[in-house]
């Protein structure tokens, strides 16, 4: 008999400003330390992949992205749960907000590229985000036998004040 995967399909935007890239710090109850990615998240229903994208822009900073190009494609594993990660470029005007409603999101700013690598902790987010920079449109796939990270997610805000 095979083994069952979970197969969670995940979208994010690249915006850049120059030499800078929006980054969002998402603050988990493991790892203390907040990780630092680019928006995005789960796709939900039957939206595009780039319709993710845009509204988890939205969610996480404010702003109203558009998508454009996919700029790539990254894939990983984390035990039994099956990441595929599309990442479009996006555009936007403005300039981001911390979210009232997502109690995760602690930071969200325009980074230097040249502190990426060193804000980024997790390889599955970093390594295909540096390379595209580096080196745009020369690699668009990435894959990871193991995600090697595991988050956990502390409950919602709302879900601890509904309980006391």
């Not at 990660?85 to 005007?93: D, G, I, K, P, Y």
């Not at 009232?100 to 390594?127: C, L, Y």
């Not at 990270?149 to 509904?162: G, K, N, P, T, Y």
Request: glycine share 6%; hydrophobic share 35%.
């Amino acid at each position: 008999m095979s083994e069952r995967i979970e197969r969670i399909h995940l979208a994010t935007g690249l915006l850049r400003r120059g030499d800078r890239v929006l980054l969002v710090a998402s603050q988990y109850e493991f790892p203390r330390e907040p990780l630092w990615g680019l928006p995005g998240g789960h796709q939900q229903g039957r939206e595009s992949l780039a319709r993710c994208a845009e509204r988890e822009c939205f969610e996480e900073t404010g702003l109203r992205a558009r998508s454009g190009e996919l700029l790539y494609l990254s894939e990983s594993f984390d035990g039994n749960t099956h990441y595929l990660n599309s990442t479009f470029a996006v555009e936007a005007e403005g300039e981001p907000q911390i979210p009232e409603h997502d109690d995760r999101v602690v930071a969200v700013e325009f980074v230097p590229i040249s502190e990426i690598a060193t804000r980024m902790a997790v390889a599955v987010v970093r390594d295909p985000l540096l390379a595209t920079l580096e080196r745009p449109g020369e690699r668009r796939y990435f894959f990871f036998d193991s995600a090697d990270v595991s988050v956990r997610f502390a409950r919602s805000r709302q879900s601890r004040d509904s309980k006391t």
